[in-house]
């Protein structure tokens, strides 16, 4: 690696210290939301939800999965940084759910020779099934609270459209 690997980074970091206005926002989630999403870069998780720097925390990963992490980073978000609800945020057009796990791991082993078979990528072509698993892994976690909000959406990448597919226990 040398500097010009992340040189326009630098520079793109150089111009946004400029102007920036955010340190001194508080570290808690002012509006009390934790948003899990996938990391598709065509999701712009504040913009899409009408929200501001510092209203929410935002987890993301591949496929929007509830993994052990996610879990994690959950417990911190509610009893340190003022989470009490969580809205759970996978998408259309999602890689994760075009493909199962062996498809995926053949694809990447075609393509770099690089044998994945040990990770575990979670992928599912039931988008709503999976997303209900996932919510029911929120809401039965025993290190979070009993009343913790858990909601679920599905964010449609062609239009920025949110559907509501499971509002809350």
Known sequence: MSNEDFQDLVLGNAAYAETFDRGGLEPLAARGLA???CMDSRIEPLAALGLAAG??????????RVTEDV???????????GVNRVLVMPHTQ???????????HAV??????????SLEFRTSKD???TL?????????????PAGLVVGGAMYDVRTGRLEIL????
Do not use: F, H, W
Not at 166 to 169: F, K, L, Q, S
């Open 127 to 129: 988008q709503v099934g």
């Open 166 to 169: 499971d509002p809350g226990a």
């Open 132 to 144: 209900s698993s996932d919510l029911v892994r929120i809401r039965s976690y025993p290190l979070l």
């Open 71 to 81: 879990l994690r980073t959950l417990v911190l978000a509610v009893y340190l940084l």
């Open 108 to 117: 990447i082993g075609e393509r770099a020779g690089v044998d994945t078979r």
């Open 94 to 104: 999602c890689r994760m759910a075009q493909a199962t796990e062996d498809e995926i």
């Open 55 to 64: 209203d929410a925390k935002i987890l993301r990963n591949a496929g929007a």
């Open 35 to 37: 948003i899990l999403t």
